[in-house]
């Protein structure tokens, strides 16, 4: 148990509609990250968190995507508009001294 | 800018047979580097690290990596394979506390 927990871990949507997903940390930790995993593919960053101040984003984080940490505890991921290509794990992060533990993820399929 | 190559797709071995992951990196700073395995149907673990000091670094399941810096490469080797250690393992590096850069992902398949 990496202490992180993810909900909901199964959502299907249809294109179009938005879909929001929560990270719930157990214990303590200034930071959080969120990635996205396509089937085949290692981890892609998204987006970092220091406390409730988001410090990072990647490029792959379009306009339709947006993160908060609004008291620097649990975090949520909205992506408006889905398409079909957003269809992936989105994994949440919490961030050790150097290394980062895992949640389970959420696995999003776009129909 | 940070990258992680991990060349072998899948790797087959039979149980009980020697195998090594292979990994290498670029970065332009001093890194840290991690592998993390992913069992079927679970989610990311961390299974080893390289922070500093000593360049080998040990897994408790018996896996090793070592850190080789002129060769950029941290590869992965454990002396004998058990069926429980099929999974998909991740090589990643980092330049400190921000984002983690992971390889594609190597498929270890064990045969009995």
């Known amino acids: 148990d990496t202490g992180v927990s993810q909900n909901p871990r199964h959502k299907i949507t249809k294109r179009g509609q938005n879909v929001t997903f929560r990270c719930d940390p157990i214990s303590e930790h200034n930071r959080l990250y969120w990635y996205r995993q396509t089937l085949g593919q290692g981890p892609e960053f998204l987006t970092y968190f220091q406390n409730e101040a988001q410090l990072e984003k990647s490029r792959l984080l379009s306009d339709r995507f947006s993160a908060e940490r609004p008291k620097g505890s649990f975090s949520t991921l909205e992506i408006q508009r889905t398409e079909q290509g957003d269809s992936a794990m989105y994994l949440c992060?919490?961030?050790?001294?150097?290394?980062?533990?895992f949640g389970p993820g959420t696995r999003l399929t776009v129909t | 800018a940070q990258s992680v190559t991990q060349l072998d797709s899948q790797v087959p071995v039979f149980e009980e047979a020697p195998v090594e992951l292979r990994c290498n990196y670029s970065s332009s700073v001093s890194v840290y580097l991690f592998w993390y395995v992913q069992y079927p149907n679970q989610g990311l673990q961390l299974l080893l690290k390289?922070?500093?000091?000593?360049?080998l670094v040990e897994s408790i399941n018996g896996f090793e990596a070592e850190f080789n810096k002129s060769q950029t490469s941290f590869h992965l080797r454990k002396p004998s394979v058990h069926i429980s250690d099929t999974a998909e393992y991740f090589c990643?590096?980092?330049?400190?506390?921000?984002?983690?850069?992971f390889g594609s992902g190597t498929r270890l398949s064990i045969r009995p």
């Open positions: 990643a590096v980092s330049e400190g506390a921000s984002k983690i850069i």
């Open positions: 992060a919490m961030g050790g001294s150097y290394e980062q533990y």
């Open positions: 390289y922070l500093s000091g000593s360049t």
